[in-house]
């Protein structure tokens, strides 16, 4: 019987304060909507300094890219979890709190652009370089390669990649308001986990999986449009 009335706990939805509720989504997707685009720039730019300078010679562009490699490395393999932790004394300085959605913004950035800065190089090297030799045959600077080739040419792959990045990020302010940045993963915590209404908890994971789908489906969309391979 315990069991049962244990499972019955997460459809008891008359526990679910639901102007909290929708409150909390506005934070996280107000907050995967600015750190996606905000990690977009960002990771674009070190992906497209880590394949000018792999693909140029010379000790500059060897030591660019050995320190950008180092940093995208580094702060690519640290677990979220810690990387907001160890950025709190950075976050209240830059934003001036430790807690709310906006203190979660330095970690989400710092945690996925360089994930996504590999995708965008991996998306360079995957265009033709037989375009790109044609292109600089004809007069082209690097900025015209990079804008009238490169980019165009990746463009699919790099939507994709930046859906994978959106998704990911989703689940990081998850984990952010576990400490106290808000949003749904802070009122699934603190208003479900902690208080014992299994029912916040499930509505929270739904919206976050709703959430999900819809990146997913959107990302999905955009690279149908624009892939004509």
């Known amino acids: 019987m315990d069991n049962v009335n244990g499972f019955q706990s997460y459809f008891q939805f008359k526990q679910v304060n639901w102007p909290s509720m929708w409150q909390a989504t506005f934070e996280t ?10 990690v977009a720039v960002l990771g674009f730019a070190l992906g497209l300094v880590l394949y000018q300078t792999n693909a140029s010679g010379g000790r500059v562009n060897r030591l660019l890219n050995g320190i950008v490699a180092l940093l995208v490395n580094v702060f690519r393999s640290i677990p979220f979890i810690i990387l907001i932790v160890l950025l709190i004394p950075l976050t209240k300085g830059l934003m001036g709190t430790m807690i709310g959605p906006k203190a979660a913004i330095p970690a ?9 800065a590999r ?5 360079f090297r995957e265009v033709d370089g037989g375009v790109l030799e044609a292109t600089r045959s004809m007069g082209a600077s690097k900025v015209q390669i990079v804008w009238q080739v490169l980019l165009p040419e990746s463009m699919p792959a790099l939507v994709s990649g930046l859906t994978v990045t959106a998704i990911s990020l989703v689940g990081y302010t998850a984990m952010a308001g576990v400490i106290g940045a808000g949003g749904l993963g802070n009122f699934a915590y603190q208003d479900g986990f902690q208080a014992n209404q299994n029912a916040i908890t499930l509505v929270a994971t739904v919206i976050i999986l ?3 789908f819809i990146c997913q489906k959107t990302g999905d969309l955009v690279v149908q449009h624009i892939d004509h391979r």
Do not use: D, K, M, Q
């Not at 989400?108 to 996504?116: E, N, Q, R």
């Open 29 to 38: 997707v107000w907050l995967t909507i600015v750190s996606v685009l905000l």
């Open 108 to 116: 989400l950035i710092i945690s996925a652009a360089p994930f996504y």
């Open 119 to 123: 995708l965008v190089e991996l998306a």
């Open 210 to 212: 709703i959430i999900v």
